[in-house]
C-alpha cells in the first residue's frame, strides 16, 4: 500500500514540476521589467500587482499594434480575476463618449449583425479618423471587450477647442473654475517644477516648437491634459484603467503625478508598454521613478 502511495505522490509531483515549467506566467522571459528593483518578472507576479491597483495606467505607443494587444491582455486578465473596471481613454472627450453611449443603446437592437459591422460603425460614431487617431482595427477588440463584460466606457481628454486655445493663449485660457480644479493640489512652487520636468521630457521624446510662445502653449497644453486625466480618474468607478500616451503615464509629471497629488490615497501603477528601458540611477527616488513597471515588446511581433 505504502508504494502504491508512493507513487501516486511521486506522479502528481511529476505533474505538478511540468505544470510548473511550461506554464508562460509562472517563469520570466525578461519583458516585464519592476523599474524599483530593475528585475524581470513573471506575467503572473505583473497581475497579481494589478489586481492590487485601484488605477491602472498603460501608456501606449499610438500607432504600435503590439501596445494595443497587450492592453487587451491586461484587461481581459483582470477581468478574469474578477474585476469589472472602468475604461478611460484618451482618444475620448465628453462629445465622443455621449456619441458612444447612445450608440450603444440603439445597438442593443441589432442583435443580428456582425462584430466587424459593429466595429465599422463604432469607429464612424466616434470620428476615429477624422480626428487623428490611427489603427482603429488595433483599438476595436479593446472596445469589443467592453462590450461582452460591461465595462463602463469613459472619457479622458479634454475637449479640442480647450486645447487650441490653451496652445495659443496659456492656462489662462481655461475657465477659472476649472483651472482651480486642475491645479488645486499643487503646491505655490510646484507648477513651475512640474514645467520644467514635462519640458525636458517632451524635448528628448519630440523635440519642441521653435519658437518660445509655441514651446510654452505645448507645455501648458500637455499639462492640463494630464491633471484633466487626473480629475477624471479621482471620480472614476473602482478599478479603473487609463489608456493613453506613454508620457502621460509618467509618474514624475503626468497623469499619475496629478492623480497622486490629487487622491494620495489611491494605490495607482503605470506602466510603460513597447518603451525603451532607460538605466536608472542609484541616487533616483522612488517617487520620481518614471514607470512603475515596463512591458517591452519587439513591434514586429
Not at 474578477?82 to 472627450?93: D, H, K, N
Not at 472596445?143 to 480647450?162: I, K, M, T, W, Y
Not at 510646484?190 to 521624446?205: H, P, V
Not at 493613453?244 to 501603477?269: S, Y
Amino acid at each position: 500500500m505504502d508504494n502504491v502511495i508512493n507513487q501516486r505522490v511521486i506522479g502528481l509531483l511529476s505533474v505538478l514540476l511540468v505544470i510548473f515549467l511550461v506554464t508562460p506566467a509562472m517563469a520570466s522571459d525578461g519583458r516585464i521589467r519592476e523599474t524599483s528593483s530593475g528585475e524581470a518578472i513573471s506575467e503572473a507576479r505583473f497581475m497579481a500587482r494589478l489586481e492590487k491597483a485601484d488605477v491602472v495606467i498603460l501608456g501606449e505607443l499610438h500607432d504600435d499594434p503590439a501596445c494595443h494587444s497587450i492592453q487587451a491582455d491586461i484587461i481581459r486578465n483582470l477581468i478574469s480575476a474578477g474585476q469589472v473596471p472602468a475604461l478611460y481613454f484618451e482618444m475620448l472627450t465628453d462629445q465622443e463618449e455621449i456619441a458612444h453611449e447612445d450608440f450603444l443603446r440603439t445597438w442593443a437592437d441589432s442583435t443580428n449583425d456582425s462584430l466587424a459591422f459593429k466595429d465599422a460603425a463604432r469607429k464612424g460614431v466616434l470620428a476615429w479618423e477624422r480626428r487623428g487617431w490611427p489603427i482603429w482595427d488595433a483599438y476595436a477588440p479593446i472596445f469589443r471587450l467592453a462590450d461582452q463584460n460591461g465595462l463602463p466606457v469613459r472619457h479622458a481628454d479634454p475637449s479640442p477647442e480647450l486645447m487650441h486655445n490653451i496652445r495659443r493663449f496659456g492656462l489662462l485660457a481655461i475657465p477659472k473654475q476649472l483651472r482651480i480644479r486642475l491645479f488645486e493640489n499643487l503646491k505655490d512652487d510646484e507648477l513651475g517644477k512640474l514645467s520644467n520636468r514635462l519640458t525636458q521630457s517632451i524635448t528628448d521624446a519630440h523635440g519642441l516648437e521653435s519658437t518660445p510662445s509655441g514651446r510654452v502653449g505645448l507645455i501648458q497644453a500637455q499639462m492640463t491634459r494630464d491633471a484633466y486625466m487626473a480629475l477624471r480618474l479621482s471620480q472614476a468607478e473602482r478599478p479603473a484603467v487609463l489608456i493613453a500616451g506613454i508620457e502621460h503615464a509618467r509618474k514624475d509629471h503626468g497623469v499619475p503625478f496629478h492623480l497622486g497629488q490629487r487622491a494620495p490615497h489611491l494605490n495607482i501603477v503605470a506602466i510603460a508598454l513597447c518603451g525603451v528601458l532607460p538605466p536608472v540611477q542609484e541616487s533616483t527616488p522612488p517617487t520620481l521613478l518614471p514607470f512603475d513597471f515596463y512591458w517591452l515588446v519587439d513591434s514586429g511581433e
